[in-house]
């Protein structure tokens, strides 16, 4: 090591404030810290990774996420700095965008929408911007505020940004075959595409089936297509009785080496989830659990 100190794992820790564990799963999902090991695979950090670790603890406790802590890091971004314009920015296309959908210009919504998917870091974009959009897009048909074919009109436009920004961002290297869709009956896919845009990014190879489909139907694309992942999105339309069932019976009908996630709204208003599933919060929790995966490699840090 350049460093003259090196610390072991439960001083490092100790000092830091971090868990042992989580500093672990730091390492493995985000790629920092890279300690080195000795012989016998016990890790020792450096002073400066004590230094940098220290940096990373003070932003995650101001509510910065990791992913965007580490990358700060990279970018020798200090934490000082990292309060820039570019959430403030997201949100004022987000607030233009409702704006124009409210006045029937759909030229403005489209233009703000690209904005939000071309500038800053994607998954943040839309974990912290364009999901939330959606939502309040829902409450303002709800509060009579828009009609339902304005609400169709900007997830029609913003899909279509989706598939532009993924033209772009897709990562060409060989991942994870992800099989994406809704349960039976469910046609609301926009939750697809924005995870499907997520994924693709990070290196999954992603097949966007739509929605409705039977399990049995899903269950006939994975063994056509060697899906290793595949992912439910679940609205607040979907039925939590029907929803379980049917997640139940796919997981019964998929070979066991298939993961099956899901996420969406309408999971919070399930009781619980049958075995084998796997409930991913946000795009982000999604993001970060593709990255843990074995055999993961890990694209660079732009």
Not at 69 to 95: C, E, M, W
Not at 241 to 260: D, G, M, N
Request: glycine share 8%; with cysteine; proline share 4%.
């Amino acid at each position: 090591m350049s460093d003259s100190k090196i610390y072991s794992i439960g001083l490092i820790s100790s000092l830091t404030g971090v868990k042992e564990a989580t500093l672990r799963k730091w390492e493995s999902r985000y790629g920092y810290p890279d300690p080195q090991r000795s012989d016998s695979g016990r890790r020792y950090y450096s002073q400066t990774h004590l230094n940098n670790l220290i940096s990373i603890k003070e932003q995650v406790d101001t509510g910065i996420p990791i992913r965007k802590a580490i990358k700060n890091l990279k970018k020798n971004i200090l934490p000082g700095q990292v309060n820039d314009d570019r959430s403030f920015n997201g949100r004022k296309a987000y607030a233009v965008a409702l704006e124009g959908l409210k006045a029937h210009d759909l030229e403005l919504c489209k233009s703000e929408l690209r904005k939000m998917l071309n500038k800053g870091d994607l998954i943040e974009c839309v974990e912290q911007v364009l999901a939330p959009m959606m939502v309040e897009v829902g409450e303002c048909w709800y509060r009579g505020e828009i009609s339902p074919y304005q609400e169709h009109c900007i997830s029609s436009l913003l899909e279509l940004a989706l598939i532009e920004a993924s033209m772009k961002k897709r990562v060409t290297r060989r991942g994870k075959n992800i099989l994406l869709t809704t349960p039976y009956g469910e046609l609301h896919t926009l939750g697809l595409s924005l995870l499907e845009i997520v994924l693709a990014s990070i290196g999954g190879r992603c097949l966007n089936i739509g929605g409705g489909l039977s399990f049995q139907e899903v269950c006939k694309a994975v063994h056509a297509y060697s899906i290793e992942i595949v992912c439910i999105s679940v609205s607040l339309y979907c039925k939590p009785r029907i929803t379980h069932q049917y997640l139940a019976e796919l997981r019964a009908s998929l070979p066991e080496q298939v993961a099956l996630w899901v996420g969406g709204q309408g999971i919070n208003l399930m009781k619980s989830l049958p075995a084998g599933v796997t409930y991913c919060a946000t795009v982000g929790e999604a993001a970060d659990l593709y990255s843990s995966l074995p055999n993961y490699n890990r694209p660079p840090v732009k």
